[in-house]
């Protein structure tokens, strides 16, 4: 093997090249933020390669796979080696992967699809009302609050009779139906051959328990497990890892207390705390330096943490030189001149050199953004956005993913129903008619694609108004497949387009055009995938859990709009922590609850003000405008107020903004 090019020592400190050159069995590196705990992950995985490990034999789990796609990325212009082999990602893009290979042993076929929580929700719809429970008498769930409730059960592994007890009281007395309807719903989902987001994790676990040949041989690939953000993963998350680490297998995982913000979705602390317990002889590797803030942000995220009482002291020192320049304490006078303060600020530190990149815009929840995108669209400052309907969501793109899926999955009945909706005449109830005629066709069975869809009879149940443009979808569906095979992911956007969607478009939305200019967005993005299955699998990969916006503006010159859950391990130069008023950060629910809550949300905080390197601003505004109650006083958050004033200049810029 070629001599080390990296000089590990130069570039890492001591706690950080321990952990990165630790021998092999398990590792806890647990630190505070900004102390290079990527880092250390990143550098392990080149130092693994260094050593003669081989790509395939690492498996790298992130918070989201643009993570995992940037540390691999670095591991290249490391180590000479091709990453492409190495398996990294969320852990739903790995468990997808497993899937992809597997899922016959679970019951399903090749090519099954992935639901969105929208799909998701059809589906549960379809399956409520075709249940012949009678959801009139009593306050049923909504599908979506089912979905929250399963969810819960699966990725906190407990009960779901359990879960309904614990968290869910108010349904009490339906408990058996909500139980009978799960039932129901799985059965759906392997009858349409479709999984939903927690499928592609709950599946690949009962793939490994179910299946002890598979486990063996993905465990002794898996020679070396490693994990990021350790802190928010979920009860069936580290079970997965569990079981592909094995009992003395190699694992890392770094994790930070103080920043885990996803409890509300069943992520589970004590996988970090109690790490031990599970793994007995396990290493922990500590690192007390921060790389990241200048000293006056670290020490703001410090104080502001000790607060919490459920936290592991940590010594966190500052390595950067002071910058003579406090976090920023701005009130406004309202919402809009909040947003107008943080335009004018930007295009001010665009002046003096940071680039817009280097600039983020955090908050608490998505709708505090509305106002700053407005303003920003207004100034012609360019931003992305990471929260809210992405691009992967919108209807028009969802239309198109539509006729692909089927395509591939002749089961999928909500694309179906998606996709046949589409034609004018044809409303819900003659669509559901519709799809039953065709699941007695000889070509709904086929497992091969063969048979064209022009062949089959216009069904019976295709209103007479709408034959016309039926004919026309079962052409287009047929161009999809070539001689029993699909064509190219770009050749289907292509034909979908020009068959059908342009027409439907143009008579249907306003803005087209713009929906046009996504579409071949899309379709750019898809040149780089030969097999369909993989590019739907992606879109609904992104879709679901990562920060990814439009697919070919990723590295465009933008201010980054995000909520400050999905802000989680990235950095800007610049920060602007908005609505920092009580009500809104912390939240009002969050005040109202336990306190439980609360220090959830203040790491929520902590989290936020870690993200800035070198200016942090804190807003909020002295009157709410937009409450639904009439204009509303606001006090400035508990998070800033119980803190020493000395932390912070306060700018007073209310008059001439
Ligand atoms: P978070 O808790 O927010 O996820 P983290 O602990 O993962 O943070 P990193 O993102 O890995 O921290 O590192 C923070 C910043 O500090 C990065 O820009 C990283 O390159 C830099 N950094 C970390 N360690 C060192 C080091 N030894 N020398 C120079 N820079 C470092
Ligand atoms: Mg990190």
Redesign the pocket.
């Known amino acids: 093997h070629a001599a080390p090019r990296i000089d590990y020592k130069a570039e890492l400190n001591e706690q950080q090249y321990a952990a990165v050159t630790t021998p092999p069995g398990q590792t806890l590196v647990i630190a505070g933020a900004g102390s290079g ?2 880092r250390t992950l990143t550098y392990r995985v080149a130092w693994l390669l260094d050593n003669g490990v081989l790509p395939e034999q690492i498996l790298l789990l992130t918070f989201t796979n643009k993570a995992a796609r940037e540390m691999l990325e670095r591991v290249t212009a490391l180590v000479p080696v091709d990453t492409q082999r190495l398996w990294g990602g969320t852990f739903h893009s790995i468990g997808n992967k497993l899937l992809r290979w597997n899922a016959e042993r679970l019951g399903y076929r090749k090519g099954f699809s992935i639901m969105d929580r929208e799909d998701q929700k059809d589906l549960m719809e379809t399956v409520v009302s075709s249940s012949g429970i009678d959801t009139a008498g009593f306050r049923f769930p909504k599908a979506e609050v089912l979905g929250d409730i399963y969810s819960m059960a699966d990725n906190t592994c407990t009960p779901l009779k359990e879960i309904l007890l614990t968290r869910y009281p108010y349904f009490e007395k339906i408990t058996d139906q909500i139980i009978h309807i799960r039932k129901l719903y799985q059965d759906k989902k392997v009858e349409t051959n479709c999984m939903d987001f927690d499928d592609l994790l709950t599946q690949s676990v009962r793939l490994l328990k179910e299946n002890e040949d598979l486990l063996e041989r993905y465990r002794s690939q898996f020679e070396f497990v490693l994990v ?2 350790y802190q928010d993963t979920n009860g069936l998350q580290s079970q997965f890892v569990e079981m592909l680490t094995g009992e003395d297998g190699n694992l890392m995982v770094v994790g930070d207390d103080a920043q885990s913000i996803y409890s509300w979705r069943g992520a589970d602390v004590t996988n970090v705390l109690n790490f031990h317990e599970h793994w007995p002889r396990a290493r922990v590797h500590k690192i007390e330096v921060n790389y990241r803030s200048v000293p006056e942000v670290l020490e703001l995220a410090n104080v502001s943490i000790g607060n919490n009482k459920a936290q592991i002291r940590k010594n966190l020192q500052p390595s950067r030189e002071p910058k003579g320049q406090l976090p920023a304490l701005v009130p406004l006078d309202n919402g809009s001149a909040q947003a107008s303060f943080i335009a004018q600020r930007i295009l001010e530190l665009q002046d003096e050199g940071v680039e817009l990149n280097e600039i983020a815009v955090l908050y608490r929840a998505h709708f505090h953004s509305m106002e700053i995108q407005m303003e920003m669209t207004s100034r012609g400052i360019p931003f992305q956005i990471t929260s809210g309907l992405r691009f992967f969501e919108q209807a028009h793109v969802k239309d198109v993913a539509a006729f692909m899926k089927f395509a591939v999955n002749r089961r999928d009945e909500i694309s179906f129903m998606r996709m046949v909706k589409l034609i004018p005449g044809i409303g819900g109830a003659s669509a559901t008619k519709v799809w039953n005629d065709w699941l007695k066709t000889e070509a709904s069975q086929a497992e091969v694609m063969t048979g064209k869809f022009s062949d089959l009879l216009i069904p019976m149940s295709v209103p007479k108004k709408a034959r016309e443009t039926w004919d026309q979808f079962a052409y287009t569906l047929d161009e999809l497949i070539v001689d029993g095979k699909t064509a190219t992911p770009p050749e289907m956007i292509r034909s979908i387009y020009d068959g059908v969607y342009e027409e439907y478009m143009k008579s249907k939305f306003k803005n087209a055009e713009q929906r046009q200019q996504d579409l071949e967005q899309l379709s750019n993005y898809s040149v780089r995938f030969t097999d369909p299955l993989e590019f739907l699998s992606q879109l609904s990969l992104l879709s679901g859990v990562d920060t990814d916006n439009k697919p070919d503006q990723q590295d465009r010159e933008a201010v980054t709009l995000s909520t400050a859950h999905q802000a989680k ?1 990235l950095e800007w130069h610049s920060v602007f922590a908005v609505w920092m008023a009580d009500g809104m950060f912390p939240h009002a629910r969050a005040i109202e609850e336990s306190d439980a809550g609360l220090e959830e949300e203040r790491r929520l905080f902590y989290v936020t003000v870690t993200r800035a390197k070198d200016e942090l601003y804190l807003t909020y505004p002295l009157i709410n405008h937009q409450a639904r109650d009439g204009d509303i006083l606001m006090k400035p958050s508990r998070f800033i107020t119980e803190l020493p004033m000395e932390l912070m200049e306060k700018w007073n810029v209310r008059s001439g903004w």
């Open positions: 705990k990527t990021d953000e391990g």
